[in-house]
């Protein structure tokens, strides 16, 4: 393993987590862990993936909250969800500060942010997870005393893992996929378990990434040991292996494999949420948990019981018609004035989720994979099908006193009623970035997005470096292969 790719801080802060753990792990002058029994690694598995819900381990005690690993709020702020986290926008403008928040709300290209960006902890955390969850397992599987049934089924869940969190991190700090480009453009380094401490991993390419993903995800299948539903949400099932399969190939314009990868996971869960039953409009209150909703493929979230965010203008105008939530249960701060003052915007609302508006920022739900799903089915001219999806998913969000099915016969017009559903269906998570992002790869889907804020316009043009975060100092200090991707 190399702990290199990320610096010397997050090191630190592993040492002092498993200093309670010492009985089961033992930290060699090499770096290297040792856990030599089936069950310590069934352990190190039960990561917590949330913010807000810590996982306890008695024997021995560890709890680790990787929550912030997905904070999503500058992804969200970057394509227009959202203006910066209570923050007064109209005062953050007038400043012409040169931080990454103006740069994000105003679009201005020129602001140096690679400087500005001292350390980033969904970088640092993510990687962290993958050397010291993934690759443990992966590393000491094989070897470990006790259940060989269970210790093919503790690798699997690690290459899922590791397939996963290089996905994220890809399409963070790199460009999207684009078959015409993706063997030559920078991506992220892909750590193994057999990675060299004495050596700073490479850069590979996002071809090279997605090979070794894709790879990462086959290994697992083909151990033929994952539960069709984990244990939990923060554990890994074959619904969320196949999900991140679906995901992984529509990246990858493979439309036919991400269709029958989203259909396996949907054969296992295809539960959707459907906000008719809530009131006003049914006759239960409106509440949806956050680790343990019923639509979690796997829950990986910062925003869970309480979070407070300013959705822009643009946003608010988007929405349908009839929206259940924007209208009828409305998950705003009650206090008009006060989301004026923290925002400095008139009008301005906060949104807050509370149980009302749980949201799963960086995981998988059946959401996503209905919606992969019905790309795939335009994309392959079977618009009617695809309509059904989109139509299922509107049905649900709608009023039913206003909802009326759309109708496609086309795949622009389908492709186009998908991209208005899925974004209100991913607000307040990754997922609206990485879409826009992927889809300004292809002439025929690219999107300019504006923001107006005090009458002046900016704009994010399909092509803007903005897109891609920079590598964090506290990663490009230690590793000189880390070259940026913009």
Known sequence: MNNKIYGGTVI??????????????EITPKGSNVLNRVSDLDLLLNYNFSLNTAVSISSPAFVVTAGEAF????????????????????????LNAKDLNTALTTYNESIDRKSLALADVK??????????????VLKNADGASGDRSKANTLKAEAYILRAYMHYLLVNIYAKAYNPATAATDGGVPYVKEDNLISEPNKKSTVAEVYANIVSDIDAALALNSLPNVAANNMRVGLGFAYGVRAQV?????????????????????????????????????????????????????NKGPSTLLAPTFETLAAYEPGNIQNEYVKPYFPVPAQAVAITGLANAKLSYSATIFAVNTAGLTTSDTYLIKAECLARTQNVAAAMDIINMIR????????????VATTEAQAMTLLKKTARFEFLYTFKNYFNIKRWNTEDAYKETITRTVNGVTYTLRPESPLYIFPFPQSATAYNPNLTQNY
């Open 12 to 25: 630190l802060v592993f040492i002092l987590l498993l200093s309670g753990c010492s009985k089961f792990t």
């Open 71 to 94: 904070n999503c709020n500058d992804a969200e702020v970057l394509v227009g969800d959202i203006y910066p986290y209570v923050t007064n926008v109209a005062s953050l403008i007038s």
């Open 123 to 136: 970088y640092e955390k993510m990687y962290f997870m993958i050397n010291n969850v993934c690759n443990v």
């Open 249 to 301: 190939l529509l990246a990858m314009r493979n439309y036919a494999g991400a269709l029958a990868a989203a259909n396996a996971s949907l054969a296992i869960n295809s539960t959707t949420i459907d906000d008719r039953l809530f009131a006003p409009v049914g006759t239960t209150a409106y509440a949806k948990p956050a680790v343990t909703a019923a639509d979690n493929l796997f829950y990986a979230s």
């Open 395 to 406: 049905q649900r969000r709608i009023h039913p006193s206003v909802y009326a099915a759309q």
